[in-house]
């Protein structure tokens, strides 16, 4: 059949596996992407730039001329209104088309997906073994059948569930990520993602493992699983002779759990790969020894979760457990071995005291890291941490529904909406932002005498966009290779946004690859799948020597 997927901004490395899995059992799978310029759903948007860079007309095109049987989303809370409206689109193009939804979002409510007239099919969990059953299920026409993870419409519209099973528990068995999906859109030789496991050991409030963890209920199995060393070093090795990658994200939860696996794992890196690589972190989770091999194998930066240093609130509404003296020594550890260590830190955290960030700047300023990503706390479907919210007043039960339908507007905390905050809270937190972009970069003698109430009086527009700049500027100043990548993919899609509405052709590619390897690897570890000629066949046999 043909299946094609639809994203935006980002590459997901769910739809990669899944678009592995299809061309498996000889689907043919295309991509409809949106780069979304300025207005990533997510992070960014810069009114009035994301109206002009508008690429939804292209996306529905694509799925036009592709006429796809399948047509599956993956969403994020940010992003699912988006994908509802390119869902009702090309219902309305192609009527017999089948609409699949999975993802996160559709995790957490799964009553409301399913609910959506264009929405045919809805995958909750883990999607590996659910997404072929439903693609077989509607080449063979069967209406009828429970799928597992899976709830679906009859052509009488009545909805079918399956059963919730549990996860999989051998990755190796799964071939490697679809990355061709992706190749017109990200130069994959400036940046290379993968994950060498699934599941993370915390549940934060605020993240979607909290829920996650406990679909299936009993005999779900491990939720943290790891690949073996060899299988990724497998895949690494066919990555970087395609792409000749000059650096490689683990996109890991907890990189650094299991030591085991990851003494084995770095071994081998260091012997076969020798590629600088960047991962996310826990602090609990990093000791000497751990910081040591990572900085020997060529780790170039470790983002690790801070979000607030208010231990009582920390450990009471956010489930995390980690103590400062921790921290300061991670910290410490990353500095020693020339590791970056960026701390993600959370502003407007619900019934989180003012005084909170004072106690985080006077931490930061003992212990500066390499950079502080401040993220505005946002309320996501499923979570406890929207129960919270709604306890200390800071959202209604109204719009709790208005967030799990996907309006997020008027409730999302990019846009700083004085619905979720009050004025002396937002002036409060935009004060030490500020403060927090400016650590990293200036001694401590001037960042002690730094009075935040300095920056208080200073319009929103200002403060914020200060932070900005120095993020910005810093970032390029200090040679961070995610802020060159970054550049280097703006200004890119910018410059071919600009020739297709000159009428010039697009430029496909982000750079040439090698001619002499396959766009699609599909190993597993029983060899199915294969071809002789397959490189991955060969990496992966080396790989079990080596690892």
Known sequence: MRVMFVAIAYEQLGISMLSALAKQRGHDVRLAFSVALFNDRKHTSWNPLPRFFDDTRDVLNDIERFHPDVLAFSPLSGSYRWCLHIAQNA????????????????TAVPDRVIARPEVDYICQGEGDVAFLEILSAIEQGDFSSPLPNTRYKTPEGRIIQGPQTGFIQNLDALPFFDKSLWEDYFNMSDYYITMASRGCPLRCTFCFNSFFANLPGQGKGKYVRYRSPAHMLAELRWAKKRYQTKMIGFFDDVFTLDKTWLKIFLEGY????????????????????TVRWLAEAGCDAAEIGMETLDEEYKNKYLKRHESKETTAEVIRLTRKHHIRSRMDHMLGLPGEPLEAQETARQFYIENPPARINSYWVNYFPGTELQKTAIRFGVITEADAESLNEGFSFDLDSYNRSHKLFTREQLRHCRTYQVIFKLIPFFPKKILSRLNPGLFKSLPAFMSEGLASMTDIFGGIATGEAEFLIYTKHLVFHIYRTLLGKLGFPKPRRMRHLAPDTQAVCVHTADGSGHKNSCDCQRFFREGQTTG
């Open 91 to 106: 219902k309305a193009l192609l009527p017999k088309v089948k609409i699949l939804f999975g993802g996160v979002h559709t």
């Open 270 to 289: 260091k012997k076969d790969i020798h590629t600088p690589f960047q991962i996310f972190t826990h602090v609990n989770h990093m000791d000497e020894e």
